[in-house]
């Protein structure tokens, strides 16, 4: 039987390209066709040398009548606000798509064009998207047409808090997340913020105070397992690695907990679900735990000092934060196992 063919739109930036890695071992489907916008190439190892000698595909123009022809499924890898339009002629021509940006993520027009600074370009396409965390919304991704693939900070930030504001163990109100990002967060056009001198040796806190753009995408993932979506403080921060987000968020408990309490309640939530390692009490997440891998590491801990639980999460910004939960989520769009082709543990160290 043929396999499913995929072509990835954007296959020349940090996303694309980790993307490309990820499905050329993935058994289920078959690349074949890559686009971008100026990086063209007769073949992807000239623009990605990586792939010299796995894969011979050009890296053509962008046209959605030729990918149409040659591919059932795209991943589109592309800027927000470029996304838009590609996915909306895609899904035109009956393609199922996995949009790694953020133009399908948050469901209010209004929200989006507050965060955004524009109107959303497509608002009957945003009704048909479907959020891609699995862990949360598994059921709905496997009859989605059009996937819109989370953010790398909120994956890292919510996966830990989903289980504890869903039993009922924190209060939702006054949450507070710091995490860390590596500097192919900012993918791959050159610029002075993530200049080698600039970033090598520093650690950088930007966007704080309620300015970043995935605040209100964290708030919507933990308002499902709520009455409402709460609000967050969340600060970002730079940090000198080329992968990893770890993330921690502090929370306050609802009644007197222990560590093991909480790792017993996301063990529970998150049984079943192969992306998902909840650490023991007391071992604390580390990045390279989990670095080229599509894992994302729990870990809780109680200051009952002061009255505060922290929860913890790491992932590789580009496997678990991007290409590896858009092919987990087109896994489970295509009716494939939802842990095929992502298996692997991390590159450590
Ligand atoms: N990096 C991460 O950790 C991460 C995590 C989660 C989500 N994301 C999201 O994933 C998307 C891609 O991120 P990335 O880090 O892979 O970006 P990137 O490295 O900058 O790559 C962007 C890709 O899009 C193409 N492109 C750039 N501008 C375009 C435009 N105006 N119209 C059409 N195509 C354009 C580029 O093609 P050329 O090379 O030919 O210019 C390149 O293939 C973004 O929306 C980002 O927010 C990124």
Redesign the pocket.
């Known amino acids: 039987m043929a396999l499913p063919r995929v072509a990835i739109?954007?296959?020349?930036?940090?996303?694309?390209?980790?993307l490309l890695r990820i499905l050329l071992q993935h058994p289920g489907v078959e690349v074949t066709a890559l686009?971008?916008?100026?990086?063209?190439a007769p073949r992807v190892s000239a623009?990605l040398p990586s792939f010299t000698g796995l894969c011979d595909l050009p890296?053509e123009a962008?046209d959605a009548d030729a990918l149409a022809a040659k591919a059932d499924v795209a991943f589109?890898?592309?800027?927000?606000?470029?996304?838009v339009a590609?996915v909306s002629a895609l899904h035109a021509r009956g393609m199922k798509v996995l949009d790694?940006?953020?133009?399908f993520r948050l469901r209010s027009v209004d929200l989006y064009q507050q965060w955004y600074g524009a109107a959303h370009a497509a608002p009957e396409l945003l009704a048909q998207a479907v959020y891609g965390l699995p862990e949360l919304h598994r059921e709905k991704i496997r009859g989605a047409t059009l996937v819109a693939?989370?953010?790398?900070y909120p994956t890292a930030s919510t996966l830990p808090l989903l289980p504890l504001l869903a039993a009922g163990l924190v209060r939702p109100e006054g949450i507070i997340i710091h995490a860390l990002?590596?500097v192919?967060?900012?993918?791959?056009?050159p610029a002075a913020a993530y200049h080698f001198p600039e970033t090598s040796e520093g650690a950088r806190l930007y966007k704080v105070a309620g300015t970043h753009r995935h605040t209100p995408e964290i708030e919507q993932v933990l308002g499902d397992v709520l009455p409402a979506a709460p609000t967050v403080t969340f600060t970002p921060t730079l940090a000198p690695m080329t992968?990893g987000i770890l993330s921690t968020q502090y929370a306050t408990p609802t009644r007197e907990l222990r560590a093991v309490d909480l790792v017993e309640a996301a063990r529970a939530y998150y049984a079943g679900s192969p992306s998902v390692a909840v650490l023991d009490a007391g071992v604390l997440p580390d990045t390279l735990w989990v670095r080229g891998s599509n894992r994302a590491m729990l870990g809780y801990a109680v200051d009952a000092r002061a009255n505060r639980v922290v929860a913890m999460g790491v992932i590789d910004?580009?496997v678990k934060?991007?290409?590896g939960q858009a092919v987990q989520c087109m896994n489970l769009a295509l009716g494939l196992d939802e842990g095929a082709g992502l298996r692997g543990s991390a590159v450590f160290p």
Request: include cysteine.
């Open positions: 739109v954007g296959a020349t930036g940090y996303t694309g390209a980790e686009a971008a916008r100026e990086k063209l623009v890296i962008f589109c890898a592309l800027p927000h606000g470029a996304s590609c790694l940006s953020a133009d693939v989370p953010g790398c990002s590596g192919s967060g900012g993918g791959r056009t992968r910004n580009l934060g991007a290409s």
